[in-house]
């Protein structure tokens, strides 16, 4: 699956009637490099919450970005080798946040791995298979600890950190739409940003918990292996089947680890992070994909911060989560 398709503006809305009269309304945009779905309740101001919330994602993209040489962050990218620079309270919010979870994770999620990132090009035009001198270049000191945080101003000691946000900004996005649209009062909700769920409140019209497939790897998007019964949670996955090129019948695919410099290798397919926080399911499902089954069970047991849950899919098909009650099939 490529991911080409950043400039198409593509818009789809449609209403759902339940039996009991009542409706919803959905909206899906294609932003962030994916499609991005928000579901609420039918009333007089839906549509322009609608309208907010989505505008909010244009900005944050803006701000967030790694693809768009615009943006805040690629700007940043650009000349914090060079100078302490200010930033935006939006990119130093999620700034400080990556680097936390960095420190947590040991670098396992790594936010300073853009330069990395950008040699493989995974899901994009120039993808291809570098050069081992270029990886061994590009993993030089290579660690969150050389982004520098003073104030509102950023800097790099090297010049081979550049920041990629690609493994929690959608996550840290998504929290600030559940924000918003708490502060609208809008009760239930449904937020998919490309696979980066939130469930707010009860399912729709009802008392129910809402149920959260989640896919089979390498099968298509209606295969469902698993189904969560959650709320007010954020469901996060991150797989390595749905971008990747594939060489001389290798396949390569977009989660690095910082410390080879190659796509992670372990007998992992997928993990699914189950964290009321968005920013922090995305960031741990990346990085636990990174540190493999037994370390991040060890990480999960010792996480007071928050409680995560996780559903991990080995490449036998098998699965493993820290929570059967969450499962209903
Ligand atoms: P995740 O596991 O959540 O994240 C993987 C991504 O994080 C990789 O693609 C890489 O960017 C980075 N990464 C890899 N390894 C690590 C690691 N060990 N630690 C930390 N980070 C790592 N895609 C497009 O095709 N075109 C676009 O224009 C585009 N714009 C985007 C703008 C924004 C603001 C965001 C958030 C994403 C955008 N994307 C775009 C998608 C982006 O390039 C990533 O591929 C995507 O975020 C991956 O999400 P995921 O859930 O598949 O995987
Ligand atoms: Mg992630």
């Given at each position: 699956m490529k991911f080409f398709l950043k400039n198409i503006f593509f818009v789809f809305c449609c209403f759902t009637f339940f039996s009991c009269g009542k409706e919803t309304v959905s909206r899906t945009e294609f932003l962030i490099g994916t499609f991005c779905t928000i579901k609420i309740p039918k009333s007089k101001s839906a549509d322009f919450i609608l309208d907010e919330c989505f505008e909010k994602i244009k900005t944050l993209e803006y701000i967030f970005s790694a693809n768009d040489f615009n943006s805040e962050l690629s700007k940043l990218n650009e000349v914090a080798f060079k100078k302490p620079t200010e930033v935006s309270n939006e990119l130093l919010d999620l700034i400080i946040l990556a680097k936390k979870i960095a420190e947590k994770t040991d670098g396992a999620f790594?936010?300073?791995i853009g330069n990395l990132v950008k040699l493989w090009?995974?899901?994009?035009?120039?993808e291809n298979l570098p050069s081992e001198v270029k990886i061994k270049k590009a993993i030089e000191?290579?660690?969150?600890?050389?982004?520098l945080i003073d104030g509102n101003k950023i800097s790099f000691t090297n010049e081979n950190i550049k920041i990629d946000l690609g493994a929690i900004a959608k996550g840290h996005i998504t929290d600030l739409i559940v924000k918003l649209l708490k502060e609208k009062k809008v009760e239930s909700a449904s937020i998919n940003l490309g696979g980066n769920i939130y469930v707010l409140g009860k399912k729709f019209f009802t008392d129910d918990n809402w149920r959260i497939g989640l896919r089979k790897p390498y099968e298509d998007l209606n295969s469902y292996e698993l189904v969560l019964s959650v709320n007010n949670t954020s469901v996060v996955t991150s797989g390595i089947y749905e971008r990747y090129f594939e060489k001389d019948g290798t396949k390569y695919h977009h989660i690095l680890d910082s410390k080879t410099g190659y796509p992670v290798r372990n007998n992992l397919v997928s993990v699914s992070v189950v964290c009321e926080s968005s920013a922090y399911a995305d960031a741990l499902a990346t990085a636990f994909l990174v540190m493999g089954y037994e370390k991040s069970i060890h990480f999960i047991k010792n996480f007071s911060e928050k409680k995560i849950d996780a559903v991990f899919i080995f490449s036998d098909n098998s699965y493993k989560t820290t929570n059967k009650s969450l499962l209903v099939k």
């Open positions: 790594e936010p300073a090009g995974i899901g994009f035009e120039n000191d290579l660690s969150y600890k050389n982004i």
